[in-house]
Each structure stands twice: as structure tokens, then as C-alpha cells.
């Protein structure tokens, strides 16, 4: 949260309570959360984040866990 402040927006990716974690973290700070979920325990995709930061261009961060 020291780089973001309040009304930014991120791109919540999640695979799981981690990443559900992070994005609730996120909005208690004022962020806007754009959540991408996927299958709990599985690989996040590449490709499906490109293409949710193209449709949003104006998200300043990315939360992801590996």
C-alpha cells in the first residue's frame, strides 16, 4: 500500500485465500479492486491478465501471488 493510494485502481489476481486476502487488504485502503480469479490451487494465466490490463489501461498495480 505505499505505492497506491486511495481510488487507485489494481487488477486482484487470485488462486487462492492468498490472493482473496490481498484484494480485501486492497479495498480496506480505498483501492478500486479489479478482481481475476481462477480455479483455487491452479496457474493464474498469462494471457488472461494481458488482456484485463488492455481492457483497463489506467490499473496502476497488480497483486498476484506465485
Known sequence: ??????GDKVLAV????????????AQTFGVQVI???F???KAAEPEAIREALKKQPDI???????
Open 1 to 6: 500500500m505505499n505505492t497506491l493510494s486511495p
Open 14 to 25: 487470485s488462486i487462492g485465500v492468498f490472493g482473496d486476502r490481498f484484494a480485501k487488504i
Open 35 to 37: 478482481p481475476l480469479n
Open 39 to 41: 480455479e483455487w490451487g
Open 60 to 66: 496502476k498495480a497488480v497483486i498476484i501471488t506465485h
